[in-house]
């Protein structure tokens, strides 16, 4: 039986935690907007500092004038969004039958005249010797996480890839 008086002090840290969580976002937010209302007017010297900075991350260069805005001229009406993911559940030589499973979940939005939402998984099990066990050097050995969840996001790309065609 769960003990309430237990988990509510559980569910305020939590709930604690989320608004200290917000409050740093908001300030990070409010340092970002500053930041790059002091860059207005002096994008030359962004550019210049930018370039010259060994940062081990990309780092993007401003194109034109920091105070260009332009409204949108056409409005795209029908569109859609499209999005994967996976999880996997990895084998267990204590369960009673060694498998492992792959699911592949994704959404399909698509907005305008004719609106609609496709949300599907597809389960893959895999219990089979070929799919269970690989030959590495001549020996025999159960797949890794490693491997599951290499498969795992080969899937996600193909079903991402077919579901753009």
């Known amino acids: 039986m ?34 790059f ?9 962004l550019v210049k500092k930018i370039k010259s900075s060994k940062t081990s991350w990309l780092t993007a260069i401003p194109l034109e004038s ?47 005249e004719d609106s609609s939402a496709e949300l599907k ?3 893959y099990l895999y219990f089979k010797e070929e799919d269970l066990f690989k030959e590495y050097v001549g020996v025999k050995a159960l797949v890794t996480p490693k491997d599951i969840t290499f498969k795992r996001t080969i899937m996600e790309y193909k079903k991402n890839f077919r579901m753009y065609i």
Not at 3 to 26: D, F, G, Q, V, Y
Not at 37 to 45: M, R, S, T, V
Request: aromatic share 6%.
């Open 37 to 45: 209302n002091k860059a207005k007017g002096i994008e030359n010297e």
């Open 2 to 35: 769960l003990n309430s008086s237990k988990l509510i002090p559980l569910l305020n840290a939590l709930i604690n935690s989320e608004k200290s969580l917000l409050n740093n976002i908001s300030n990070d937010l409010k340092n970002a907007i500053n930041e």
């Open 121 to 123: 998984s597809e389960p």
């Open 66 to 112: 920091l105070n260009n805005t332009k409204l949108v001229s056409d409005i795209i009406n029908d569109y859609s969004v499209i999005a994967v993911d996976g999880s996997q559940i990895m084998p267990d030589r204590h369960e009673i039958r060694l498998c492992y499973l792959i699911n592949i979940g994704y959404v399909i939005f698509t907005y305008g």
